[in-house]
């Protein structure tokens, strides 16, 4: 209750007059979601997911009193698509331009798959005075390919092969690896609309995007984190399992906690939404 009247207490724009777009950068528009008052939640999405995505937690966070901020990645939703910037760095701060064009402080960043790169590099690029805490949903994180020092990961043709299936028949793929993105009773029409948000990105964004998550090595950016930390995941995560994922990322961040969902699937947001907001309101108010 005090975290509720809290955060409703904060002062913010009202919400007519918070403009749909953020400027990036380099000049790309990116359309943001900014719904409530009070203390900011903001959401990053998966790969080839955008904001609606978040649409059930967003109703949710603000029954509470929480305002919620959920971008549209470039190339994504309803942002520009431009041809270049789907390296790490420049989503990283298209990841800034959205803090601090909508002036967001003592921020509880929740990010989703690809964004967890996303979320984990900001702190170690732009600092981590604009957040109050972190909470990763099904991560990416800390670094996929197989090196030397990270012997037990992908190993690097493996990753190229997935790419060249990807860049070959893109619906094909994405058909071939559906089952066991979501639980068995998740409906049609919830797989349909994950499909045609998916198939809505256009290829060489999906490409890009694709080798950004592969290839991105924030293990030390980890490490470095200083901010109270919520990894949750999935055992039965096929798209980034947890052993090389949500288990080795808890162990870089001290004083993380890992909460892991038996029997649960990498759709978590999809297929465990409602166990996904009482974790983040038991981790907002603690």
Known sequence: MAAAASAAAQTVAPLAARASCVTAKDGTSLFVQDWGSGRPVLFLAAWTFNSSIWGHHIVALNAKGYRCVAPDRRGHGRSDMPATGYDL??????VAAVIEQRD???????????GSIEAVNYLAR?????????ALVAPTTPFLMKTEDNS??????????????????YPGWLAANEAPFFMPDTPDVTRAWIREMMLNVPLPVALGCRKTIAFADVRAA?????RPTLIVQGDKDASAP?????????KLIEGSK?????????????THSER???????????
Do not use: C, W
């Open 89 to 94: 760095e420049t989503l990283t701060d298209d």
């Open 126 to 134: 732009h600092g981590s005075d604009r957040i109050a805490r972190l």
């Open 222 to 226: 980890a490490a470095g984190i200083d």
């Open 242 to 250: 947890l052993e090389l994922t949500g288990a080795k990322t808890a």
């Open 104 to 114: 967001l402080h003592d921020v509880t960043l929740v990010a989703y798959s690809m």
């Open 276 to 286: 996904l907001v009482s974790d983040l309101l038991a981790f907002m108010a603690s």
């Open 152 to 169: 037990d990961a992908v190993p690097k043709a493996a990753i190229d092969a997935q790419l060249a299936e990807i860049a070959q028949d």
């Open 258 to 270: 890992l909460n892991i969902y038996s029997g649960a699937p990498h759709a978590l947001p999809l």
